[in-house]
Structure formats: C-alpha cells, structure tokens
C-alpha cells in the first residue's frame, strides 16, 4: 500500500472533492482515483458514497479516516527523524592504510566531528590488502589507501592526492650526507620493506622491477609497519622508501635524512575507495567534502 493513497485520501475528505485533491496533490484526476480504488479494493468496501452535492463519507470512510492521519503523521514524523540521522552525521566507519592512517586521517577526522560532535566516527588502521577486504565485507563505509586496486572488483576509485616515497636513512649512515647516490650505490645497501599486503611494499616493488633492480636489491627485513621501518632506520639497521607524509617530521627533526637517489623516483596516486551504494551515509559525504577542502 503506497502512502499516497492514504494522502489523497484524507485530502479529498478534506476538500470534499477528488478534482480538488488532486489539485491540491499536483496529480492528475485519474491518478487520485486510482489512488482511492486501491484503498478501496485493499479494505473491500466503497470509502465514499458521491452524489451531486459531493462526497460523503461511508461507515467505512468514517473509520478508515483518523488512521489514515495516524499513518501519515508517523510517515512525516519518521522521515523528519531519519532527516535529523543523517544530517547530524550517524556513524561512519573509515578505513586507511598506515601512510594516511597514522598522518594526515587523524586531522580530516577532526575536521569532520567539529561538524557533527555527536556522529560515532570509528577509525581502522591496516595494510591495503586488509582494509580492501573490510570495504568489500562492509566493514567499512569508505577505504583511504596508498596501494592498488584490482580493476575487476566493483569498487568506485577516486584519485585523491599525490604522494611520493622517498629513500630515507639514519643521519649517521654513510650515504646521509651525500646530496645524492646513484642506483648501483643503492644495490649495496640493506633494504628494508613492509609486508605483503602493503600498498607501499606494492609500489616500491613495482618501481624497482620497473628499472630492473627488484632481483639485485638486498632486502634484509620486512616490518609490519611505518613506525617500525622507521625504528629500524634509526638503529642502522638499512634504508627504506617511505612516503614523504610519514617522514616529514622526523626529516625536519633530523631524526632520519632523505637521500635523493639520481634517476629514480616513485610517484603514486593516493585513493579514495567506496562501494557503488544506492544511498550513501550522509556522513561519508561530508567526509568527502572535507578530503578534497582540506590541505594536509
């Protein structure tokens, strides 16, 4: 039963009138009929009783009226709550590999709950790999990433920034106060990477492999996080490519140096990734607003 016949309905006992109903509705005359003959048919029984002086109300009419107001006042009540839901923001789960994650998402999420303080806004941290999944089992309202996505799954991808990794040591390490190193320089040094499922393991793989260096790099450790590569630069245990957001601040502490590498750079496109959704979270939309307002 469709909750315009309940309108019309109450609009024509109103107006004592279906032309006038329908007027007043912005339909045409035949579509309130319908309306009414579909409550009729669903209820078995005639709701008004014309005559040329107009509409009169059948027993039935006259019982079927005070719910059907019922009915539409709970319809516009409802929708004037899920209005304030959603407007107020609702909940929003956001996921992020560990370059955006442990950077720049902190902020953006900030941004978002001066918006709406009362919005639950809950926040995944992981591998590429990882919050892919989430995104694909509805973990997720909305994945931020650095890595690559399979073209075959049915993701809507967003080009969301520019980002570059850049090969970073301790300050005492032999190489730190070179201005640059060349690639075969690069192939004496111990390597340090993420694990599988790193959209930043996935990138630099993929530019090595590019210049033909992946199979004579030697890589000595793989860890499981930003934080801990970049621990185990500190203590000379190798060198890494890092995204330049992860390392910013260490680098303008002097903590850790970039060392510029001659003829070799990794660019990549920072993502936003969201499942096709026929309504999507009023709250994820402000999250976007604010991802590509917002300079971090």
């Not at 799954?153 to 070179?178: C, K, M, N, Y």
């Amino acid at each position: 039963m469709h909750i315009e016949s309940f309108e019309v309905f109450r609009t024509a006992v109103e107006y004592g009138s279906v032309t006038k109903a329908s007027q007043v509705l912005h339909m045409t005359q035949s579509t309130a009929s319908r309306h009414l003959q579909s409550l009729e048919d669903e209820y078995g029984g005639l709701l008004f009783e014309r005559s040329a002086s107009g509409l009169r109300l059948t027993a039935l009419g006259q019982a079927l009226y005070p719910f059907s107001c019922d009915i539409l006042s709970c319809a516009a009540q409802a929708k004037q709550e899920l209005l304030r839901i959603r407007q107020e923001g609702g909940g929003m789960a956001v996921g992020a590999t560990l370059s955006i994650g442990e950077t720049v998402l902190p902020k953006i999420l900030g941004a978002v709950r001066q918006q709406y303080p009362q919005a639950e806004i809950r926040m995944r941290i992981s591998n590429t790999s990882d919050i892919l999944e989430d995104l694909a089992r509805h973990r997720i309202d909305v994945a931020l990433i650095e890595g690559m996505v399979d073209a075959t799954v049915d993701f809507q991808v967003t080009p969301w920034r520019d980002d570059e990794l850049i090969l970073v040591a301790s300050p005492q390490h032999e190489l730190a106060g070179h201005p640059f190193i060349t690639l075969s320089e690069l192939l004496g040094q111990p390597l340090l990477i993420r694990e599988e499922g790193s959209g930043t393991r996935q990138v630099t793989q993929h530019a090595l492999e590019e210049h033909d260096l992946l199979s004579h790099v030697t890589i000595t450790m793989e860890l499981g996080s930003n934080q801990a590569i970049k621990s185990a630069i500190a203590a000379g245990l190798g060198l890494a490519f890092l995204s330049r957001l992860t390392v910013a601040e260490e680098c303008r502490q002097g903590q850790l140096v970039h060392i510029p590498v001659q003829g070799f750079q990794i660019h990549r496109k920072l993502s936003i990734v969201e499942r096709p959704e026929r309504y999507p979270k009023y709250l994820v939309k402000s999250l976007l607003q604010v991802l590509f307002s917002t300079k971090v």
